[in-house]
Nanobody
């Protein structure tokens, strides 16, 4: 199983970023996929989940600003992040639940003016 995140970077408050996670080595289309983040000095926070049937979940802290989606033909998971705030600064990780949890290496998102 391999999960490779991309799309992180530095953005001003109010800006947008789209994260991608390229997945391989398992049956992507039938797996629950999620994004989690870890801010400096804090624990891991589950940000959003998308199940194989398309059902989604969002943490209250990102509801209305972030959108999770998946492309089962390209085996890719996305996270569209709008109206970013400084408190969104964190390393963002892609997660696959396929028998057990698998994690990518993470991509840094920094929101700062």
């Amino acid at each position: 199983v391999q999960l490779v995140e991309s799309g992180g970077g530095l953005v001003q408050p109010g800006g947008s970023l789209r994260l991608s996670c390229a997945a391989s080595g398992f049956t992507f289309s039938t797996s629950a996929m999620s994004w989690a983040r870890q801010a400096p000095g804090k624990g891991l926070e589950r940000v959003s989940v998308i199940y194989s049937n398309g059902t989604t979940y969002y943490a209250d802290s990102v509801k209305g600003r972030f959108t999770i989606s998946r492309d089962n033909l390209e085996n890719t998971l996305y996270l569209q992040m709008n109206n970013l705030k400084p408190e969104d600064t964190a390393v963002y990780y892609c997660n696959a639940k396929w028998g057990r949890d698998y994690w990518g290496q993470g991509t840094q998102v920094t929101v700062s003016s």
